[in-house]
Nanobody, 123 residues
Framework: QVQLVESGGGLVQAGGSLRLSCTASRRTLSSDGMGWFRQAPGKEREFVATITWSGGSTYYADSVKGRFTISRDNAKNTVYLQMNSLKPEDTAVYYC????????????????WGQGTQVTVSS
């Protein structure tokens, strides 16, 4: 089992920034990355970004490209999501997850999930 602990959510005005962190209790042989998803009220969970542990390759949803940056600290089993130029439509619960195989953009490809952290962007 892998436990994920997220932090860094909060309330921010439009145009502001937040940085989310997610630390995994351990890494598994089946995992080559970690990612972030988000879920707004009444909407399905959607992919935000993923980074691989090995090569540091990154993948982003079109809606956040150029505004969000995902990074990692392999030694700490920690992934970060720097969110800049935030918009009200970024308001959601953000979840980090461990990639365990499949396509990076699909939630079913992630086998372990954090509890979520709320991000609220006011207009």
């Amino acid at each position: 089992q892998v436990q994920l602990v997220e932090s860094g959510g909060g309330l921010v005005q439009a145009g502001g920034s937040l940085r989310l962190s997610c630390t995994a209790s351990r890494r598994t042989l089946s995992s080559d990355g970690m990612g972030w998803f988000r879920q707004a009220p009444g909407k399905e969970r959607e992919f935000v970004a993923t980074i691989t542990w090995s090569g540091g390759s990154t993948y982003y949803a079109d809606s956040v490209k150029g505004r969000f940056t995902i990074s990692r600290d392999n030694a700490k089993n920690t992934v970060y999501l720097q969110m800049n130029s935030l918009k009200p439509e970024d308001t959601a619960v953000y979840y980090c997850a461990v990639f365990t195989g499949g396509g990076y953009y699909y939630s079913k490809s992630y086998g372990y999930w954090g509890q979520g952290t709320q991000v609220t962007v006011s207009s």
